[in-house]
């Protein structure tokens, strides 16, 4: 293929090398007005009085609004297909603050210095109550977190705002308790992973004009450009039709933008005002009121037999969705239906989990969205039960992971593996490491230990039955073509892809595609950018669209031969049949002018099953025993994406993605004070990865063909986040036997656990 499963250069790539003015507060007009928030200082408190008089006789002040100026009709953030799975628990403004670092009143003003003079002059006076600070403690606590009558969960998932729950649920396959009797070896342990930060380099941010035909125009950094049309709609009380939404280049979001952080605020004073602002938050602000990974508490129970085939699996998961529910009800099923299915013998298998309410920031969607915690537990589950039988874990993987054809236990989305090439992965790795000369560890004889460990994982392709991919694809006058798309570019180079498979289908060169980004008023429908469904879905709605579009194409160009269509074929420049030909920029012309058939199509796509994509993970760590201090000197990846349409793209995402999850593995933990503020509310203070903590990245890829993905394509950019954690405190084991089950795995964790060692011996 000239252009499909080629290293493509990214096609927006000179514009961000060269500095063009191509993200929102790049494109914001420069007089508008500037919109900040006023934040709780509380984690749990009511409103009793809030004087706005002197704030608003600042010099510059165009607006402030409080909680008795919005409109009374909850709605949730979450960008998710409708009806949301995430319940209605917002306002606005709310007379009730539910963390530290909720929203108390929006101050919109000329410059920013009056409206930072405005935010100090605002005085509150809250009735402060106990709040909910214990995942433990909160279900069927005395304090509620939404005590509201008028809170509302569209979709039955268990919740119950009187118990503090957003979520709860249980399923069953078989008898759980009678095999975990039968099984020779078996594991009961609790696994906890922290909430993280996304930090993306662009914080959350959207700017907001009226046009003239009296319609709120909001240009924003977000994933989900149609679903925060629809939360904006919801939120202002509007007809979704009075709102255009319009995504430019987004940079980064990880899952963050997924959740309409700050749409809402500028939005609410365009529509009141008529005025442009924009709301960009600091850095400050995307640390303390944002969407961080959901903090889970995750028990596993495994089973298995004297040969090491895992027979039996029982997962409990307790999430914490902080103060609103956003994804709180989807994020938690992907710890089980992503992490159980992992291992194909399975004769029982039980899932269940509970999401609870507390009085802490938001959790939202990111990256991996649950199945990164899942898996980090039952993974490491697993590797607890290899070092009870003496099994290298390799080999008790090699035993029992999917297999192509093969059963996936407890994941809804698709019955059978339809492609896997986890055992070619898992083959492809072992190389690369050297695992066998390596395995299980290496004193380097200066009080230093090396250790290998490793993990498998998989995600799923979009989900199934509910995520729409739309292409808008027409041929224009100069034989060129225009590819509108409504999936979001956040950086991982999707425009680029669906270019490449149209080139592909239209026989054309990637130069003659004209790709247009996300306008709700003349791009397809799309669901937007997140639970990895982008390349599956989208690019087969542009397959399906060039398909359509060159039997157009076709029909003209023989009406032009006087020939019947069935006598003709297209080679990307000419319809010919055997004798005569027309070229494509006749033909363009003639679609263009006196025809009476549009040269333009549009086509959706919806997979009604999700197939996963596979990953083997194995890291390399150096471990100095009298310190607990731990580098990754070393981490090998192989992927089975299906058919990489762009390598390059592909290998970037992984990079990026093991990355960022040997931060969560070592470093990243939002951690709260005692009254509910969190602590670490910069980058001074959260620590990420950088160029030096990540050591050696390796990544290679061993593809299966999933004939229901564009080309045979699967996805790749939730997957390659999962096995960093539990591959790492697999390496950490083997090197100096602490057992690791709270992540991160700090220095201190480790010097610890060798200590009460050595004090046991």
Known sequence: MKYVNQPVRKSDAMSLVTGKPVYTDDLAPKDCLIVKILRSPYANAWIEDIRTGTAAQVSGIACVFTYKDVPQKRFTLAGQTYPEMSPYDRLILDRHVRFVGDAVAIVAGETEAAVDKALKRIKVKYRVEEPVLDIHTAMDHKTLVHPEGNWESKVPVGADNKRNLCASYTEESGNVEELLAQCKYTVDQVYHTKANQQAMMETFR???????????NVVSSTQIPFHVRRILGTALDIPSSKIRVIKPRIGGGFGAKQTAVSDVYPAFVT????????????????????????EMEIRVRAGADENGIVRVLDVYSLSNTGAYGEHGPTTVSLSGHKSIALYRHLEAYRFAYDVVYTNMQAAGAYRGYGAT?????????????????????????????????????????SPYATSC???QCMVRAKEMMDWDAKYPCRDMGNGKVRGVG????????????????????????????????????????????????????????????VVFGVDTDISP??????????TYTTGVAVMHACEALREKICALGAAMLDAEKD??????????????????????????????????????????????????????????????????????AVADCGTPINPNLARVQTEGGIAQGIGMALYEDVQYSEKGAVRNNSFMQYKIPSRMDIGSIRVDFRSSYEETGPFGAKSIGELVIDTPSPAIANAIYNAVGVRARELPITPEKIAMGILEQEERE
Request: charged share 20%; glycine share 10%.
């Open 525 to 534: 429908y799309d669901s937007g950018s997140y639970a990895s469904a982008t």
């Open 271 to 294: 529509w009141k005002t008529g005025r442009p602002c924009k709301l960009v938050y600091s850095r400050y602000e995307s640390q303390i009121c944002s969407s961080p990974r959901h």
């Open 421 to 423: 090439a986890m055992d």
């Open 206 to 216: 959207s700017y907001c004009y009226m046009d003239h035909f009296g319609r709120l």
């Open 454 to 513: 490793v993990a498998m994982a998989m995600q799923g392709s979009s989900i199934a039955g509910v995520d729409v991919g739309g292409a808008d694809l027409k041929l224009n006058e100069d034989g060129s073509y225009t590819l509108g798309l409504g999936c979001t570019d956040m950086g991982t180079g999707c425009d680029t892809i669906m270019a490449q498979i149209a080139a592909e289908c239209l026989e054309t060169s990637m130069e003659n595609i």
């Open 567 to 636: 006598q003709v074929d297209f080679d990307g420049e000419y319809v010919y049949s055997s004798d005569k030909k027309v070229s494509l920029r006749e033909i363009a012309v003639k679609g263009t002018c006196g025809n009476t058939q549009e040269l333009q199509v549009t086509r959706s796509h919806s997979s009604q099953i999700s197939p996963p994509p596979y990953m083997v993970g194995m890291a390399e760590v150096e471990i100095d025993k009298e310190t607990g201090s731990v580098k990754v000197l070393d981490y090998v």
């Open 373 to 413: 915690q899942g898996i980090f537990a039952v993974e490491s589950a697993v590797n607890e039960l290899a070092a009870q039988m003496h099994m290298d874990p390799v080999k008790i993987r090699e035993l029992n992971m999917p297999l192509e054809g093969g059963p996936l236990p407890g994941y809804p989305d």
